[in-house]
């Protein structure tokens, strides 16, 4: 399976850098080549020190020294090219895999966003994809050198001496053996502490986004304790993995030493016997220590794979998780068909232990002005979040102009919807970038004042200091609860939509801005859906639809319900919210 992760991974982001790591590579052979180089000229230096020819003036010294300088320097300019065109890649991966996963994200139904947290998913879009920089940048540096420096080192070592060197060799066995089975724990605490993070990262947000409810109800040591317990973990998780490399690394770096020492008891043996040089055994020891930072990074290349293996896994259901719907576009429709029509519909959410809506029938005209009432938990917002297919409804139960809107593109279905929740959310930007936000071409000033009239917020806006370039902050925490849902309001007026879905958007005016809204929804053109508990909003309504319990009860004229269930008198007040205070 990772494997397969893996060649994905490779074939969106890395493939196309091929060029990158071509140039990297050869310039990488080629600073291996010149150092192993210095060795035989350090070996020529010794042997004639040896033999006294440092006595006979003939330049030959002078000449290996400034040939040593002039290799030093030129491996200098090749080792940094080297890592310029490898460690490039890595960054331009790490910035193509999150724009193309961001995008992606874009596109995921609610029942994904359902799964994780937020701070979870930046986690895995943040550190995760820093673990892939890491392992197609430094790590793959490292595979490439360790390859290097072994096939180009072992050559000269055996042509020294073939014993010698399976002798040096030998303590790599052992630290191959210890691998094995060190690799998996690594790769099980790696993949916890990695998680543990997500979770951390998930609540921070969570704690800095509701910063106003954790200070208003004092629980803020309550949030410390929350925060303090999700970092043990993050940290108990991390030191499992510290421990692991501790342990591994130092054996590594000790087999190293274990192999000069041997080196140097067999070296000194075969040199007493004649059978080497000085210069050789010297040639060897500076072979093999060139041998000990590629064997030494084995034990960082397995922690870094162990890091990019579970962070593939932790990005698989980005990458896996099916893109809304199909494609589909909308015919049209002819105007004595209904805009909206649901037949049967039977909905329960996928991790929901009831249904939320039962056997809904009911059609909505062209021009309608259809309300929605009805006790909290009705299925009320569920009926709209089904129009809107942020959840998909069962096939063929909901239909818009005649078409089974499951079969429709929900970016297209959702062009021809305007959507105004209770819950208002505004971005940290100006009031002129939240108004609009998502239109292209974007809104004119005149358009924009126009829409601003007609939420009956344009006053305001101009009472601000900086007026419609006003920064409104995080989620609009400048504005009062009653401006946020004007704003949504004239944001909606702007998308001049075939059908508007109301969800209780006139909860937080006042009584004279309602009536000054009503006038102005009364006068639009076009379809509405209006979810409210208010009777100045119900009784504007063409026909109120009754719900209870996820089931249609009743539909007439507002008042006509009114008089068949007087039980409904308790579900409708006109009165504001406390939010506008």
Known sequence: MISLRIRRFTRLFVVELWPWYVGGTLFLAVTNI??????????????ALQHNQALTGDGHLSRLALAIIALGLTQILVRSMSRILI???????????????????????????DRFGMGDLISRLSNDLGQLRIFFAFAVLQILNLGFIGVFTLYKMLSVHTQLTLLSLSPILFMLVAARYVMPQLGRFTKKNQEAIGTLTNRVTESFSNIHVIQSNAAEKSFHKLIDIESQKVFETDMKVLVLRTLFFPLITSLTGLAQLIVLFMGGTLVVRGELSVGDILAFNIYL?????????????IAIYQRSKSALERLDPMFTEPL??????????????????FRQLHFQYPDGQAPVLKDLSFSVRPGEMLGICGPVGSGKSSLFSLITRIYDPPEATVFFEGQDITQLNPAHLRMQIGYGLQRVHLFSASIRENLGFGLDPKPTQEELERAAQAAQVDR????????WATQIGEKGIRLSGGQKQRLALARLFLRRSKLLLLDDVLSAVDNITEAKLIEELRQRQGTMLICSHRSSVLNLCDRVLLLNEGQLIDEGKFQELIRRHPELQEEIHDEPSPETV
Do not use: C
């Not at 460690?87 to 995008?103: C, H, N, T, V």
């Not at 060139?290 to 990074?297: D, Q, R």
């Open 289 to 301: 220590s060139y041998l000990a930072f590629p064997l030494t990074s084995i034990g960082i290349i």
């Open 324 to 341: 809304e719907g199909p494609l589909s576009a909308l015919n049209g429709t002819s105007h004595s068909d209904p805009i909206l029509e």
């Open 34 to 47: 010149i150092t192993l180089e210095i060795p035989q000229l350090a070996k020529e230096i010794v042997n």
């Open 460 to 467: 305001e806006i101009l009472g601000f200091s900086e007026g």
């Open 87 to 113: 460690f490039w890649p890595g960054r331009k991966i790490e910035a193509s895999s999150k724009s193309y996963l961001f995008k992606r994200t874009m596109h995921l139904p609610q029942i994904f966003y």
